[in-house]
């Protein structure tokens, strides 16, 4: 009885250990959202107001994402015109690197007849 026990809870320690190292992302040594942070120069309300000049709409999504070795944030707004668009901002430099045309994924009714 105690060694099922015993192998029950360390199964459960393995699972938790396991989940939190994905959540922090130290799992794959890839730095984690307070690593991150830390690490980027600009602001989120500085990456905020810089997509703001150059897209007008309204901010839906903000995410600080490493790609290429690189901290960048991508903002999702939503324009004037009911296109999402998202722009991606260094977050070293402040400078836009690119803006993109979000695809929306169109709902199909199915009726039956």
């Known amino acids: 009885m105690y060694q099922v026990v015993r192998t029950r809870f360390t199964l459960a320690a393995l699972v938790l250990t ?3 190292m994905m959540e922090t992302g130290s799992a794959f040594g890839e730095p984690n959202k ?3 942070a830390a690490a980027a120069k600009v602001s989120i309300d500085e990456a905020i ?3 703001r000049e150059n897209v007008p709409g309204t901010v839906i999504d903000v ?4 790609k290429h070795d ?5 903002i999702e707004v939503v324009t004037p015109e009911k296109q999402v ?3 991606h901002i260094d977050a070293q430099m402040r400078s836009v690197i690119d803006v993109e045309e979000e695809k ?3 709902k199909r ?4 007849n």
């Open 18 to 20: 396991a989940r939190f």
């Open 34 to 36: 307070v690593e991150k």
């Open 49 to 51: 107001a810089t997509a």
């Open 63 to 66: 995410e600080l994402e490493q």
């Open 70 to 74: 690189r901290l960048i944030w991508g």
């Open 85 to 87: 668009k998202k722009i």
């Open 104 to 106: 929306m994924k169109s």
């Open 109 to 112: 009714i199915h009726r039956r």
